[in-house]
């Protein structure tokens, strides 16, 4: 990922190819809070291991995407298999060499104080993945699924590109926001594909491919393999995050209820039990 930062789009592209090579020439900007810690572990550098750096890095989904795809892009040769979490990617660096590849970090809040509305944008996408990644993982471990570190992790990034978006192009996510706000039963996809000319899920599953992500996180994150339990746990995870973020009274929220009982072999009332408790 290239340090350069083009200034911010207000235009749509004209297709997918054009956006991928945008983004993959744009810097990356990281919470102000992971900044900041980022900051006070490398002056005490020899008191910090990779579990305590990952543990930091969990609620950031931006700062998780930018070391998973430095890790797949600089693998070592003679590693055959993919590095999945983000703790794994820094025992692979070493904690020197990761605090040498990331310095001082820009920031989301920097870049978007400008823009009326855009950080709020941002944290709205950010209150829904935490909340989504919290669901997910309680649904993997409860079905004792062995990858449930990499599903918390898939629903994590699950809208990247949106807030990838939020950052490069506020103006044009603004846009789709008014869209559908003046009209509530307008598909996300109809209005991305309306101001942008793509879809954002194309985008990030094209981006995915293009940083080299693991193909376990590319296949989870990919809603269109549902029928797999470790993605069915991440696209109801995201649906239910989605449908609740105002309350629990959507008239979508039974479906969802009912889809997760059955994916955790549970009944309906104790299904929607768990997903309280999880949300508490």
Known sequence: MSPLAPAPLDTALPNLDAWVAWFRKAEMPVLADTADALEAMRANEDDVDANLIGEMVAH??????????????????????????????????????????????????????????????????LRRVHRASRFAFAFAVHRMDLDAAVIHEAALLHDFAEMLLWCHAPSLALRIRAMQQADPALRSAAAQQSVLNITLADLQHELMKAWALPDLLIRIT???????????????????????????????????????????NLSPDAALQFVNKVDE
């Open 60 to 125: 950031d989904p931006l700062m998780t995407l930018k070391i998973l795809a430095h890790a797949a892009t600089h693998r070592p040769e003679r590693r055959v298999t993919d590095v999945e979490t983000v703790t794994a990617a820094i025992v692979m660096m070493g904690i020197s060499p990761f605090f040498n590849t990331f310095g001082p970090q820009p920031t989301v809040e920097d870049r978007l104080a400008p823009v009326d509305g855009a950080l709020e944008g941002v944290n709205h996408v």
């Open 222 to 264: 990919d809603d269109r393999q549902a029928r797999h339990p470790s993605v069915q746990s991440v696209v109801l995870a995201i649906r239910l995050a989605r449908h609740t973020a105002e309350g629990w009274d959507n008239p979508a929220v039974p479906d969802d209820i009912t889809e997760i009982a059955q994916l955790l």
